[in-house]
C-alpha cells in the first residue's frame, strides 16, 4: 500500500516570498491533516480536512497560510508571505474517517516538506 | 484535550526493556492513550493505543493503571534502531474537530550498543 507524498521534500526560499506544499493522501482516506513541526518540538496540527470540507482550522495563521483539498483527495498548503518563524517540518498525514468511531484513529504520516526562509 | 508529561530523553543499551512512563493527570472519561515513534526525518508512526489495563501488539505494551492517570510504553529488547523520539498523546473522539492530535516535546531514547 503507498503512503501519503509529500512535495517538495526540501524547499529554501526568502522572507515575504511565497510557497505551496502539496499532499497525496492514502487511497481512501477520507480526513487529511497539516502539520507543522519546529525543529526540537512535537507536530503542532495547523488545519484538518474530513473530505474536502475542514473540521478544525484552529491553529492556522490565517493572514498568511492557507490550505484547500480539492475533490477531497489531494492538498495544498500555501505560505503567503513567508516569515522567518515558518521555518520548519510541514507535516501532512491521513487517516480513515474518523468521526464518530470512539477512539482516536491512527494517523499516517507522511515524509515531510523541511522549509527554510531566509 | 489532557496535557501530557514525559521525560524529555532516556539512554539504554541493545537488549535491555525500556520503560517510558506518561503523567496525563487530567484524562478524560472518553479519552485513549496512543503513542506515536519518529525518526528523523520521518513523520511520526503510530505504535500503540489503548484505553484501559494493558495493550500488546507485535512491537510494544502499553500499561495503564486503574485510574488511568499515567501509562507506561515498555519496549522489550531494544536495537539501536529503536533510538526515536517517542510521543505520548491523549484524545478522544467527541465528535466535530475530533481525533486531533497533540503532541509534546515527546521522549528521546537513545540506544547504545
Known amino acids: 500500500e503507498a503512503g501519503v507524498a509529500q512535495s517538495p521534500r526540501y524547499k529554501i526560499i526568502e522572507k515575504r516570498q511565497s510557497v505551496a506544499f502539496w499532499c497525496n493522501p492514502i487511497s481512501g482516506h477520507a480526513t487529511l491533516y497539516w502539520y507543522q513541526q519546529i525543529l526540537g518540538q512535537g507536530p503542532k496540527l495547523l488545519i484538518q480536512?474530513?473530505?474536502?470540507?475542514?473540521?478544525?482550522d484552529s491553529q492556522l495563521p490565517k493572514d498568511r497560510f492557507s490550505a484547500e483539498r480539492l475533490k477531497g483527495v489531494d492538498s495544498t498548503l500555501k505560505i503567503q508571505p513567508a516569515k522567518l518563524e515558518d521555518s520548519a517540518v510541514y507535516l501532512c498525514a491521513s487517516s480513515l474517517g474518523g468521526v464518530g468511531a470512539g477512539w482516536v484513529v491512527e494517523q499516517f504520516f507522511g515524509p515531510g516538506t523541511r522549509l527554510t526562509v531566509l | 484535550l489532557a496535557k501530557t508529561t514525559q521525560p524529555i530523553s532516556m539512554d539504554s543499551y541493545e537488549g535491555q526493556e525500556v520503560n517510558i512512563t506518561c503523567s496525563h493527570n487530567?484524562?478524560?472519561?472518553?479519552?485513549?492513550i496512543t503513542w506515536y515513534q519518529q525518526f528523523p526525518s520521518q513523520g511520526p508512526r503510530f505504535i500503540i493505543q489503548g484505553y484501559k489495563t494493558k495493550v500488546t501488539n507485535e512491537v510494544a505494551s502499553l500499561f495503564i493503571p486503574a485510574d488511568r492517570k499515567s501509562s507506561t510504553l515498555s519496549l522489550p529488547r531494544v536495537s539501536l534502531s529503536d533510538t526515536a523520539v517517542y510521543y505520548c498523546l491523549v484524545g478522544g473522539d467527541y465528535g466535530g474537530a475530533t481525533n486531533k492530535l497533540i503532541f509534546g516535546t515527546g521522549t528521546l531514547l537513545a540506544v547504545q550498543p
Open positions: 487530567n484524562i478524560a472519561t472518553n479519552d485513549y
Open positions: 480536512f474530513q473530505n474536502n470540507g475542514v473540521v478544525d
